[in-house]
């Protein structure tokens, strides 16, 4: 094991991403670096005794209704994270991947119901042992899961909880992938939290006979189809000719639905008819601040729809966002929109406002 224990978990995060088995996991959660470097915030004294609280226990049952229980709560769930999950995935990740698939012809969306105690306990042991070679750790995580049911619900023990939910789900990624492979069918997989969507290349009969569908999923419809939303985006099969094959081949579009533009709008005003609105709830903070929020809402959605192909059309709401800003401030200063570009015609233009 390596004497500083970040660098080991660095070390397990690559073994995990090239699918390589884990070991000396219980080892390195009991490093006397990695509890002072966590909870470099307390006394060494109290990191001292609880360290070795935890250590003369060699795995048994934890209460976590003592202090010294809760340290190794937290020490479990950082290591966790650091191997598994280090990096929250964004969504425009996600979305840029779909745009990869290839030859897909239908999509189905479905949301993972919520997993009872004995289920979430089954998956994150099946993760467990298909990925750490080290029964020590396992037994420990395993045995302090099952008792979050009975402990306090302290911040510790939440946090522990929800990073098992993550991992069974990482184990149903799993587990569809090989239903997928098992069955033969061709067909492109994707989760971003608890949202599904699923790509096929197939006739819709195929999908209706599959096994998976035993899994905790609750599908919107049984029924595929060639446009559905998701991560509030629309999803499109589009079918181009290609002259140079003299054959038709499936892209994949990404765009924003119409509805969600509209619901974005509504606090600047309205689209159809074009016409903006002041908000009076913002007339108490500083006109820096107002404009700040502005930008920082406009900033939000330009990078949320920037992998959409339509996303030109967000102009037209920085432009009802403006004309919502403008009445704003001249609310504030209880004068005209005129007046207010006269004296700050940097505040005319949707780029220096945005700064887009």
Same mark, same amino acid.
């Given at each position: ?11 397990? =995060? ?10 000396? *996991?219980?080892?390195?959660?009991? !490093? ?21 609280? *935890? ?35 964004? =969504? $425009? ?50 045995? &302090? ?18 990073? *098992? ?17 098992? #069955? ?12 599904? &969507? ?50 038709? =081949? !499936?892209?994949?579009? $990404? ?22 609105? =002041? ?10 601040? $107002? ?27 920085? !432009? ?8 704003? #401030? ?10 207010? #570009? ?15």
């Amino acid at each position: 094991m390596a004497r500083n224990p970040f660098l080991q978990l660095d070390v397990l =995060h690559n073994r995990y991403k090239m699918n390589k088995p884990l070991t000396d *996991c219980y080892r390195l959660i009991f !490093h006397r670096k990695l509890w002072s470097t966590l909870f470099s915030a307390r006394k060494e004294e109290e990191i001292e005794s609880s360290w070795l609280h *935890c250590l003369s226990k060699k795995g048994r049952l934890y209460t976590a209704k003592k202090l010294e229980d809760t340290y190794l709560y937290s020490v479990v769930t950082y290591t966790l994270s650091q191997i598994f999950i280090p990096h929250e995935t964004s =969504h $425009i990740y996600v979305l840029q991947g779909i745009k990869n698939w290839k030859e897909v012809t239908h999509f189905l969306t479905g949301t993972i119901s919520s997993l009872t105690p004995k289920v979430l306990q089954h998956k994150v042991d099946s993760f467990l042992q298909a990925t750490i070679q080290d029964s020590k750790f396992n037994q420990l995580v395993m045995r &302090l899961l099952k008792w979050t049911r009975q402990s306090s619900a302290s911040k510790e023990v939440k946090k522990f909880l929800s990073l *098992c939910e993550r991992l069974a789900l990482l184990q149903l990624d799993k587990e569809m992938r090989i239903q997928f492979e098992r #069955i033969g069918i061709h067909a492109y997989y994707v989760r971003y939290d608890v949202d599904v &969507l699923i790509g096929f290349h197939g006739k819709e009969k195929a999908f209706q006979e599959n096994p998976f569908l035993s899994l905790p999923i609750q599908f919107s419809s049984h029924r595929k189809k060639k446009r559905v939303d998701f991560l509030q985006h629309r999803i499109t099969a589009m079918r181009k000719a290609n002259e140079e094959i003299s054959r038709s =081949h !499936h892209l994949i579009q $990404i765009t924003i639905p119409k509805l969600e533009l509209i619901q974005f709008s509504k606090k600047y005003g309205t689209l159809q008819p074009f016409r903006s609105k =002041h908000r009076p709830y913002l007339m108490y903070k500083t006109e820096e601040e $107002i404009r700040r929020v502005y930008q920082r809402e406009c900033t939000e959605m330009w990078n949320f729809y920037k992998v959409a192909s339509n996303k030109r059309i967000l102009k037209k709401v920085m !432009h009802l966002a403006k004309g919502s800003f403008l009445k704003t #401030i001249a609310g504030k200063r209880k004068s005209t929109v005129r007046k207010v #570009i006269e004296k700050r015609k940097d505040y005319c233009t949707v780029t220096n406002l945005m700064k887009l």
